[in-house]
């Protein structure tokens, strides 16, 4: 991103998002879960990790422990067995047992709806929170990760330095009616076409919205 692509205007913004829409109307977490637990668990393992690793972990470790309860019965050496293929598993591990005390302690085991008790608990962080309200609760939130502040970046949809900087552009310029799903579209969109190596300008559905001065598209 040596040069910054200039800011996209409302228009180029409303089709940018007019195109993800069509192509995928209700988008979906790869994360596998069934239970808002479970979602929880998962959105606090894939901390630098990919969807495909979490949920390679969270098969085994679902099928023994799939509540605070049963997690806290599992215990944080028992957890570490079953997540010791991710990053940072030991600081996972020890957040995520003390979640779960919080959320039997305070919360009756449930995961709470919002964002200022979401924060409270440990190893949740703002994106985090984000994540969980969007899916579970169909918030309009917007979880800003690698993929998003890469595409927020180079397309020049929501230019910023930081992810906070990033996901507040993202609130001003998407579209009301496009922000529930907006986190998923482009998310996906980071993950498999604007990738950070070699991303696919050539075949990418948003190529005429894009800003991005270094971008490759065949001449027509």
Known sequence: MSHPAKPLSRAQVRR???HLAAIDPEPKTELN???PFELLVAVILSAQSTDVGVNKATRGLFAVANTPEAMLEL???GLKRHIATLGLYNSKARN???TCRKLVQEHGGKVPDNRKDLEALP???RKTANVVLNVLHGKPTVAVDTHIFRVANRTGLAPGKTPRQVEEGLMRVI???YLRHAHHWLVLHGRYVCTARKP???SCPIAGECNWPEKSVPMR
Do not use: N, R
Request: net charge negative.
């Open 75 to 77: 215990g944080e050496e």
């Open 200 to 202: 696919k300008c050539a």
């Open 123 to 125: 190893g949740v962080g």
């Open 175 to 177: 579209p009301k009616e």
């Open 33 to 35: 879960y069934s239970t």
């Open 96 to 98: 995520i047992i003390a």
């Open 16 to 18: 940018l998002f007019e």
